[in-house]
């Protein structure tokens, strides 16, 4: 079905909401959405994984790896400075080149970089692994 097609009541020019909001009435719910949720859902648990597994390891990682208070605050923070630095280049990134490929990336980052920091052996190794979560 053609958007363009159909007939506008007034004389005034369609804004691009208005052309999205007839859009999403024309089209309905569909198999777009579903895979929009699931990727979603993939992206907010990888998030959230990100965020909050460093509490998870400070107990072992801090008997094994000897750390102490200070490192266990700079590990903990390392996920979330990572963010901070690459949110303007990563925006400008996405915005030029397209989110499927960010998305791919980042997923698979992700997964490597995990894997990298639970099979850690040293203070180091462990924060820059979680500094490369935070910034993918």
Request: hydrophobic fraction near 50%.
């Amino acid at each position: 079905m053609d958007l363009e097609a159909q007939p506008s009541n007034n004389c005034e020019p369609v804004t691009p909401m208005q052309e999205i909001n007839r859009a999403y009435e024309t089209f309905k719910f569909g198999w777009f959405h579903v895979k929009l949720l699931i990727v979603t859902f993939f992206g907010c648990v990888a998030s959230i994984q990100v965020t909050n597994s460093t509490a998870f390891l400070l107990p072992i990682a801090e008997c094994d790896l000897n750390m102490n208070l200070k490192q266990k605050g700079l590990l903990t923070a390392m996920p979330f400075f990572g963010m901070f630095i690459s949110t303007i280049i990563t925006g400008f990134l996405i915005d030029t080149f397209g989110r499927i490929i960010f998305l791919r990336i980042g997923f698979a980052g992700i997964f490597f970089f995990t894997l990298l920091s639970a099979s850690s052996q040293t203070y180091e190794m462990l924060a820059a692994s979680k500094l490369c979560e935070g910034i993918l």
